[in-house]
């Protein structure tokens, strides 16, 4: 078998799940199975499962196998929406030359792969990356870079849809742009209106439970 470095694995690994429509509580194909779906070894699988198991996608039990967790996605993204535009804002302020060419750099690569998943879930991701780093707040980034890896099965859910992944594609350039510009409020509009869309777009999830956007609660919080 070819085996992967673990980076790429996990990737592969949390598409495959996303792709197979599984529910919370559900358990994962056997160990063999997966190893051999994935083209890799059983122990380098082992060492995927777990990284998924520490970021709290999946959880392994003792003799029984590996079952996907009932982490509440709507919940998840409810706390990115307050946290992230935050970001973007801040990242608006503090961008260098070099910030802005690997934002350009991320977005061109999402463009080139709007027609495939895994590559454009990649991409997005790496705005996302890339804007946290921006921020000059390690401990906002750090929040972030844990929220971002508890989203990845999600991610790769909402990234199947192809008419959401040309949306987030304009929501992307439109938020590269106001953080290119130094615009922190463009920017902060920019991320709430994407992370709202996915929200909308999230499996399962009704319209009470979707996230609302900072400047929406904002608003609501004056009348």
Avoid: K, W
């Amino acid at each position: 078998m070819n085996d992967h470095l673990p980076e790429d694995l996990d990737d592969r690994l949390r598409a495959y799940l996303a792709t197979r429509a599984l529910q919370p509580g559900d358990r994962l194909p056997a160990e063999r199975t997966l190893a051999q779906r994935l083209g890799v070894s059983r122990p380098t699988l082992r060492h995927a499962l777990r990284r998924l198991a520490d970021d709290g996608v999946i959880e392994i039990r003792q003799r029984s196998g590996a079952y996907l967790t009932g982490l509440d996605l709507a919940d998840l993204l409810a706390v990115r929406m307050r946290l992230e535009p935050f970001a973007a804002a801040l990242a608006a302020e503090a961008a260098t030359d070099r910030h802005r060419r690997l934002l350009r750099d991320a977005l061109r690569d999402a463009a080139a792969h709007i027609d495939e998943v895994d590559a454009f879930a990649r991409a997005d991701i790496a705005v996302h990356d890339i804007v946290a780093d921006v921020c000059g707040n390690r401990v906002l980034a750090d929040v972030l870079a844990s929220l971002r890896r508890a989203a990845g099965y999600s991610r790769r859910a909402t990234s199947g849809d192809p008419a959401l992944r040309r949306r987030t594609l304009t929501q992307l350039t439109g938020l590269v742009g106001a953080i290119i510009d130094g615009n922190p409020a463009a920017a902060e509009q920019a991320m709430a209106v994407h992370l709202g869309d996915v929200g909308a777009a999230l499996p399962g999830t009704p319209p009470q439970r979707r996230p609302e956007s900072p400047s929406r609660a904002r608003h609501r919080a004056v009348q």
